[in-house]
């Protein structure tokens, strides 16, 4: 059962129904802010980052022993420009639950070590190559030969390893997280654009294959919490910090697009997916036209009775593992051993989705300039040209047993050489000139060298900080 809440959660029915098995550890507990005064405190954490939790380790280190009051996880949703963020840092605050900020694809263009991709665009032959995010979205969603259908391809993909990233958290150290969006409600930014006609029929059905092969895999939000605002507000708020942050918002091609937005909003999220979501994950909704107070909604949170269900009920049915091998498998999924088999699901070779394959001149071109970005040639902490010690004994360092928690993206969380490690002569000469040049001092040194291997660089005038 869904619960919804507009300022107050008092006239709820109630839903005192007791687990008919006793004596088991139970995640789904009431949650307690921190001036309750009731928050538990945490067990030591397993250093999940470090070491891979696999069943060996699952016979030393129990699971159920780290589930708390807190230990949940909980997806902010809503329209843009309600200040989800500051309410979910807030949320995460009050109870003492990790922020993970919703990804976006800064995270995939900018490496670990700072370094974006997006900067070698000057350098790209290939459209289908050039960088494309949610600026360039605002203003042009058909752009670039259907560069959203792989972008919203992508943000799956990504969005799918920071929440599972997140679960891996709370197995392992048993402190809850507040996230923003997750890879459930994705499917609503697909049928959004589909009825625009921004992205194409193949790549909608080669997502939905891989959503039903892949979904079940995660388990699905404690609470989910929806910040409201009607259209025309939402609209609003969109011009005015166009004016103020997002430049390229304004005069929007997608936010002025009333229709859009009001099928994404109240169609698809508040119709269609949170009254599905709310079978499994327990929904809030807010309107949040003139913002909110946070407080509020903790104290609403700490009223809800999480954790009386039958074991016939849906509701929180993901996280009622009942015992503790059960625990221990969901830890080694996200954590551990099992986390690679879940993710090589991507791999599915479905080959009818023409608009997010690449062809082999492209794909030979996106490998060549992703591997020579500084720092993601291996993982991180083992990129000496970005000044990275000398990994003497790498094969001793605990960061090499199996570190299965993705830090970023294309090839960050990788110890083994991407590729195009040694190849051509021409790539090998483009690595001696920017080598050079960062020997000579120059800020820029990884810009240079390019045009050995993209002749058309010859005629085309770089910007000015690039040569």
């Known amino acids: 059962m869904a619960v919804s809440a507009g300022r107050s959660l008092r006239a709820l029915p109630s839903q005192a129904r007791v687990l008919g ?74 109870f003492g639950m990790l922020y993970m900020p919703g990804f976006t694809m800064e995270d995939y263009y900018i490496n670990s070590y700072g370094y974006d991709l997006r900067e070698l665009d000057f350098a790209t032959k290939f459209t289908r190559n050039l960088s494309y995010d949610e600026k360039k979205f605002a203003q042009e969603p058909t752009g670039q030969d259907h560069a959203l259908d792989r972008m919203l391809w992508t943000s799956f993909q990504c969005r799918f390893q920071d929440y599972m990233n997140g679960l891996a958290h709370i197995f392992n ?27 194409s029929r193949s790549s909608r059905t080669h997502y939905y294959k891989m959503r039903n092969l892949l979904i079940d895999e995660l388990m699905r939000p404690n609470l989910i919490i929806y910040l409201d605002a009607p259209t ?12 103020a942050t997002h430049p390229w918002e ?20 508040k119709k269609q997916y949170l009254p599905t979501a709310g079978v499994s994950s327990y929904v809030l909704s807010y309107d949040w036209s003139e913002g909110g107070d946070t407080e509020v909604v903790v104290e609403d949170i700490e009223r809800m009775e999480m954790d009386h269900h039958d074991k016939y009920d849906k509701q929180q049915l993901d996280w009622r593992l009942l015992v503790e091998d059960n625990f221990a498998q969901k830890r080694q999924n996200y954590s551990g051993e099992q986390r690679n088999r879940i993710l090589e699901g991507f791999n599915t070779p479905w080959h009818q989705a023409d608009d997010l ?85 120059d800020a820029d040194w990884w810009k240079k060298g390019w045009e050995v291997w993209t002749p058309h660089l010859a005629t085309v005038t770089a910007p000015a900080n690039t040569h």
Request: glycine share 8%; aromatic share 10%; net charge neutral.
């Open 21 to 94: 098995v006793a004596g088991l550890a139970q995640p789904s507990r009431n949650m307690h802010s921190r001036s309750s005064g009731l928050m538990e405190p945490l067990e030591k954490p397993w250093p999940y980052k470090k070491i891979q939790f696999n069943y060996a380790a699952s016979l030393v280190d129990g699971t159920t022993k780290r589930f708390k009051d807190n230990s949940k996880m909980v997806v902010v949703e809503g329209p843009p420009a309600l200040d989800k963020t500051k309410f979910a840092q807030e949320l995460a605050e009050e």
């Open 357 to 441: 394959l690449l062809t082999t001149e492209e794909g030979i071109e996106s490998d060549k300039m992703r591997a020579r970005v500084p720092g993601s040639m291996f993982k991180k902490g083992f990129n000496q040209v970005v000044g990275d010690p000398e990994p003497m004994l790498g094969f001793l360092n605990p960061a090499n047993f199996g570190s299965t928690v993705m830090e970023g993206t294309w090839g960050v969380a990788r110890y083994d050489a991407q590729p195009w490690t040694a190849d051509t002569r021409d790539v090998k000469h483009g690595d001696k000139i920017r080598e050079q040049a960062k020997a000579a001092g």
């Open 173 to 199: 150290t048993g402190q809850g997280v507040v996230t923003e969006r997750s890879p459930h409600s994705d499917w609503v930014y697909f049928e959004a654009a589909f009825r625009q006609g921004w992205i």
């Open 232 to 243: 025309d507000v939402v609209q609003s708020k969109i011009r005015g910090r166009a004016q």
């Open 250 to 269: 304004k005069d929007s091609p997608v936010w002025e697009n009333t229709e859009y937005v009001s099928h994404l909003y109240e169609d698809l999220f």
